[in-house]
């Protein structure tokens, strides 16, 4: 998919706690890094390359937001812009300020920037690889809570929504996103909901 190839766009990672959710993304992160050139240089690569045929890795654009490390009431605040949002850090992530500008008035006021927008980023700063980890813990965190920087539950819910939209519609981009499996990791009513 980082490639151009044809594939899945969004992946979606479900295991009880302790499957390995994390530890598989972030072997993708580095894969998706350029510091690999060829498959054949990891371990168990091989399969991969027999999978995928003889490709190089791709050197993908890479945005990482984890629930748990995000405040949604805490904008973060970088030297030449602040993001409000996960759309906003995204942008920034993929796109650096200039990213960022495209989703700017959206993070501003908290409302999903929409999928023709988000497809507009995916495809000027592709290939892109976007690793949402924990998204139910940041989301639980604005169900019925109005007035914080990162916008409201159903906001973040229709940004989810729109930005699966818009990796399906991009040509290189690809959403890996972890889902929890069982009730402890969902939590009450939130996380339900989410």
């Known amino acids: 998919r980082l490639t151009g190839q044809p594939g899945d766009p969004v992946v979606q990672v479900q295991t009880a706690f302790g499957g ?13 890094g350029g510091e690999i050139s060829k498959l054949s240089g990891i371990v168990g690569g091989e399969r991969i390359a027999e999978e ?23 904008p973060r605040v970088y030297d ?13 992530q993929l796109g650096g300020v200039d990213g960022y500008r495209l989703v700017e008035n959206a993070d501003i006021n ?6 023709d927008t988000l497809v507009e980023l995916l495809e000027g700063f592709g290939p892109c690889l976007i690793i949402i980890d924990e998204l139910v813990a940041y989301a639980r965190n604005l169900y019925r809570t109005d007035n914080l920087p990162a916008g409201t539950f159903d906001s973040v819910m229709s940004f989810v929504q729109s930005l699966t939209e818009a990796v399906r519609r ?25």
């Open 20 to 32: 390995g959710k994390t530890h598989s993304m972030l072997a993708l992160y580095h894969l998706a």
């Open 52 to 74: 995928v045929g003889d490709i190089d890795p791709p050197e993908a654009n890479r945005a990482v937001l984890v629930g748990q490390a995000l405040n949604p009431a805490d």
């Open 110 to 115: 908290g409302v999903n920037p929409g999928s």
């Open 170 to 194: 991009s040509t290189d981009s690809l959403l890996v996103i972890s889902i929890p499996q069982s009730r402890i990791e969902i939590g009450g009513e939130g996380g339900r909901a989410a």
């Open 80 to 92: 030449d812009c602040t993001t409000r949002t996960l759309w906003g850090e995204l942008a920034y």
